[in-house]
Structure formats: C-alpha cells, structure tokens
C-alpha cells in the first residue's frame, strides 16, 4: 500500500507542494490578486534567465517578474551585496543617514539623462508611491492642480495612480478624480484620430493644446507619460512625440515627468532611460521595477530648485531602504560592468527581426512593437479590422507554459504578447524562445 503523506506536509512531492500552495492562496490572499494561466504557476527557485516550479519544471523567463528581473535572478553580485547588507543594518527609515542611500542618490545624478540636471532623489517602495511623489510635488512646485496623463497609460495602484491609470479594469470603482485628464495615447496601430504615421503630423500630440484649453483652467502642473506604455501593452510613441508634446505642456505652466518605472535601467538599448531615444529633457523622472532587480524601491529625481519647492514634512518608513539600496547599486554595476544596455540593444534587434518573421507567418500577429528588450505582439482576428484576440492570447499562454516560456500580457484589449526578457539574455535563449512561440503559434492556429 502507498504511503500516505498530508497534501503539502513534510515529505509531500513538489505536486503536492504546489496544490496547496495555490489552495492557501486562494483562501487567504484577495480574489483580486490575479494571476496567470488556468491553473496558476507556483514557483520555488530562479537563477538567470530560468524559473523552476515546485514540480521541478524549467522554463525560460522572458517577463523577468514584469520587467523587474533586470540583471538576471539570483545575481551573485546583488545576491552579494544584499547578504553583507543584510548582515550590517536592515532598517532605519529616512529620519537618519544612511549611508547606501546616499551612494545611491549620488550614483544615480551621474547616470540621469546628460544635461537634465535632475540630481536630487526621494526614495519610496514602488513606482505607484514614485508617481505620486512626483505629482505632489509638480503640483507644489507650479502651484498648479491639473496633471495630465495618457489614455492606455498606467500609473500604479494607489488612488491617485489609478486615477491616472487609463484602463477601466485596473481602476476599480474609482471615478475621474478632478484635476486628473487623460490625453489621446500615440499609439500609432490604433490611432484615435484614423491617421497614419509620419503624415498625421503627431496628431495625438498636438491635441494637448485643446485639452488643456477646454478642460482644464489653462493652468496645469504636469504631464505623467510613460516613455513606452507598459501595461498598455508596449506602446511605443513616435520619435518625434515627446518634442512636440513637452513643449505644449510647458507653455501652460506644467512640468514634464517622465515614467520609466518600465522602460528605465538599460531595458530600450544602449541607454539608461527611455526618454533618451526622445531627445527631450524631463522636469522629474520616476522609476522602479528593475532598479533593484526584484527588490522594493521606488525613485522621484528631479533638480534641486524643484526639490527644494517641496511644502510641508515628508518621511518614507521604508524608502531608501539600505538592503534595497545595496541592491540597487549593485544592480546599475552589473549593467554597467556586463555592459547589459548594449546586449539590450543586440539581443534585442535579434529578437525583434525574429518576432517580424513570425508576424509574416501568422496572420493572428497584427502588430510587432518594442524597443530593446521590451517587444510586443499585437494579436488580431482579422488584420483590417483590429479585432482584438483576446482568447487566442489565453490559448497561446497555455501553449507556452507547456513548452517552458514564461510571457507576459497587456493591453486595453488584452490582446497583446508582452515579451521582456533579463538582460542578460543570450542569442540562444532568444532563438530558443522564438521557436517556442513558433510552435506555440502553429498549435493555436491549427
């Protein structure tokens, strides 16, 4: 007779293990915390670019913990750098000096885009607590209430971030809150005026003027774009987007801040930040995810005489943070040492010229978009209407799961493939992940 061992007990198979993992999730976790796959992934260890589950499956993890994962999981320099923190001081909270902190901070007003002059940073815990730092304080700094942000835009999940947040999904039973107007996103696939690029003229853009002359009291603090929409599903606006868009918000008064919670840290090619693709200078600068490479932290930079309009008391009990701190460092010296923004930019043309043979070979594939190690596949039923495939996305994630891909997804629609790998990955991996999508497609289609 079979020994019989308790269902996620001592001794239980990593089956086992894993059942019950997801059935004390599902008992004791919010509902609304949503996971992927039909039956949900239950991961024990990563290293590199490869997860494994408590089953012992491997599979190649091309979102990184969603664009999190920067320099690979488990790096030994920041696994390192984080056990000798670890080891020193854990917590303090910003009434005292710490010094990782400071080396960060000063770390970072050498790495910020050349000539911004932003130098002054005020660490938090996630880039939605980076968002509204970064509101609060554009607003204290025009004297301005209005902040403008992007339809398909996400700003994070606290209440002012999801009232930027442009999806309905993702902002719950939250109304428009005033002083919050979204703009039309460029998102050229789908333009919302019926254009096409480079002959519309950067519409989408040149529409800013309007909304802030009709609903706004032509007065604004700011305008929060992100430099690639991420949850958006990889939207990535035209060149020339942001030199006509900041411009128009600066003659109202407003601030320009840009989000590269997602599309910061190396992740567009050859770059630290997204918006040096854009030739345009932010006013305040915000960021997280892969900063710390799976550590919490979140960062608000902007120049000093913007800093220093700040009103009243500010504490972060938890920002800056001297573990996340080591992290963090540790992080921006593998990038620089693994010479990773320029192995973002050739792996990354690598995978994109493969993503373009697919697209040739699947119909369902409407669009291919992305910059660097962030790329996307739009999925349509008919490439002349748009319709969105949202079921054919649900079915090629099962297909890929089986065939040890981990993909991310997005999208107003959610019909869109968002693929990031860490950057760390090689032209094998690349090729290998192309032929599980291949594979995936082929299955899905027949």
Not at 155 to 163: E, I, N, P, S, Y
Not at 297 to 303: A, D, P
Not at 327 to 333: G, M, N, Q, R, S
Request: include cysteine.
């Amino acid at each position: 007779m079979a020994e019989q061992r308790p269902e996620g007990g001592v001794g239980a198979s990593g089956a086992e293990r894993a059942r019950a993992a997801i059935a004390r999730q599902r008992r004791y976790l919010f509902p609304a915390v949503i996971t992927y796959y039909t039956e949900p992934l239950a991961v024990e260890r990563a290293e590199g670019t490869r997860v494994w589950d408590m089953e012992g499956r491997e599979y190649l993890d091309f979102f990184g913990g969603i664009l999190t994962v920067s320099v690979g999981h488990s790096h030994p320099g920041v696994t390192g750098a984080v056990k000798d923190q670890v080891e020193r001081l854990v917590h303090v909270s910003t009434l005292y000096v710490n010094e990782p902190q400071v080396l960060l901070a000063e770390k970072i007003a050498s790495i910020t885009p050349e000539g911004s002059g932003l130098s002054c940073s005020f660490f938090t815990n996630s880039g939605s607590e980076a968002d509204e730092t970064a509101v609060a304080l554009a607003k204290m700094a025009t004297g301005a209430n209005t902040i403008i942000g992007l339809r398909h835009g996400y700003a994070g999940r606290t209440v002012l971030a999801r009232q930027l947040t442009a999806h309905a999904a993702w902002r719950g039973l939250d109304d428009e809150m005033t002083g919050v107007k979204q703009a039309h996103a460029p998102y050229c696939y789908r333009c919302p005026f019926g254009q096409k690029y480079p002959d519309c003229g950067i519409r989408c853009a040149q529409d800013l003027r309007e909304l802030i002359q009709t609903t706004t009291p032509g007065r604004i603090a700011g305008f929060l774009a992100e430099t690639i929409l991420g949850v958006g599903g990889f939207i990535v606006p035209p060149p020339e987007y942001f030199q006509v868009a900041v411009p128009i918000v600066r003659e109202f008064g407003g601030l320009f801040i840009a989000d590269e919670v997602q599309a910061g840290w190396g992740r567009t090619g050859d770059r630290w930040w997204g918006i040096e693709h854009y030739g345009v200078h932010p006013d305040i600068m915000t960021t997280a995810k892969g900063m710390a490479n799976g550590f919490p932290i979140g960062l608000t930079v902007t120049r000093p005489e913007i800093a220093a309009r700040w009103q009243g008391l500010t504490i972060s009990t938890f920002g800056g943070n001297p573990v996340s701190a080591r992290a963090a460092l540790a992080t921006i010296a593998a990038i620089e040492e693994q010479d990773l923004r320029a192995n973002a930019r050739r792996m990354g043309e690598r995978f994109r010229q493969g993503l373009l043979g697919l697209q040739e070979k699947y119909p369902l594939i409407g669009d291919v978009r992305g910059m660097g190690l962030m790329q996307a596949l739009e999925l349509v039923r008919d490439r002349k209407t748009k319709e969105p495939a949202a079921a054919e996305l649900g079915r090629l994630f099962e297909q890929t799961r089986q065939r040890g891909l981990l993909i991310g997804k997005g999208g107003l629609y959610g019909n869109v493939v968002r693929l990031s790998p860490p950057l760390t990955v090689s032209a094998d991996e690349i090729d290998r992940a192309l032929a599980v999508l291949d594979a995936s497609f082929a299955a899905i289609a027949g």
